[in-house]
């Protein structure tokens, strides 16, 4: 079974352009979650999307977006980049229906604002 | 309000000594628990996790934690180090009150020394 896949590997940007990273789940899982860990601070999360919907975001400013398509794979677009957008961006998933509320993650976007 | 808190941002180990990282939750509901571990540049990989039953449940890599509901912990351990286990380790909390909620804790660094 293909585990969550994410896209591109590492992505290197210039203060004010737009990111755009992708993330596949596990097949059969609904609900994806975005969280962003910059150096020293942990793991933050972004923002959480199940069937198509977007049903939570953390503390983030509306420049972070998102969507979830309908084969349940999922965009993070981060407009206006900042310098401190430089960060790993995890994305995980999780089945909604019978599984035990677990989140699997993948191996990451590193994100790197020049 | 929930939440996790791993005692220790950083512990050291020798090798061959016993590991032993602290989780404790908060929780007014029934939670379920993990553990990850993350390699540099990696994503996080579930080590184990206690949703019902047993209370002592083991996982990858020789690790096994304990949930303890009276004292409200979930710490993980491993009898013997060894090098490979040098990694940054999650524990997160996940339940159900109204909506889904899956929490993590700062992180604690493990070293292991020769």
């Known amino acids: 079974e293909a585990g969550v896949t994410q896209s591109p590997t590492h992505l290197i940007k210039t203060r004010g352009q737009q990111a755009t990273l992708r993330c596949s789940p596990i097949?059969?899982?609904?609900?994806v979650y975005w969280y962003q860990q910059a150096l020293g601070l942990g793991l933050q999360f972004l923002l959480w999307?199940?069937?198509?919907?977007?049903?939570n975001r953390g503390n983030f400013p509306p420049r972070f977006s998102g969507r979830q398509f309908p084969n349940y794979s999922s965009e993070l677009n981060v407009n206006a980049l900042e310098l401190e957008d430089s960060a790993l961006y995890l994305c995980?998933?999780?089945?909604?229906?019978?599984?035990?509320?677990?989140?699997?993650f993948g191996p990451g976007t590193r994100l790197t604002v020049l | 309000a929930q939440s996790v808190t791993q005692l220790g941002s950083h512990v050291s180990v020798s090798e061959g000594a016993l590991v032993l990282l602290r989780c404790n939750y908060s929780?007014?509901?029934?939670?379920?628990l993990f553990w990850y571990v993350q390699y540099p540049n990696q994503g996080l990989q579930l080590l184990l996790k206690?949703?019902?039953?047993?209370?002592l449940v083991k996982g990858i890599n020789g690790f096994e934690a304990e949930f303890k509901k009276s004292e409200t912990s979930f710490h993980l351990t491993k009898p013997s180090a060894h090098m490979s286990d040098a990694a940054e380790y999650f524990c997160?909390?996940?339940?159900?009150?109204?909506?889904?909620?899956?929490?993590f804790g700062t992180g604690t660094r493990l070293k292991v020394l020769a």
């Open positions: 995980a998933s999780r089945a909604r229906q019978g599984g035990t509320d677990t989140q699997y």
């Open positions: 097949s059969g899982h609904t609900s």
């Open positions: 999307y199940d069937e198509g919907e977007e049903r």
């Open positions: 929780s007014s509901v029934p939670p379920y």
């Open positions: 206690y949703t019902t039953g047993a209370t």
């Open positions: 997160a909390v996940s339940y159900t009150s109204g909506t889904y909620k899956y929490i």
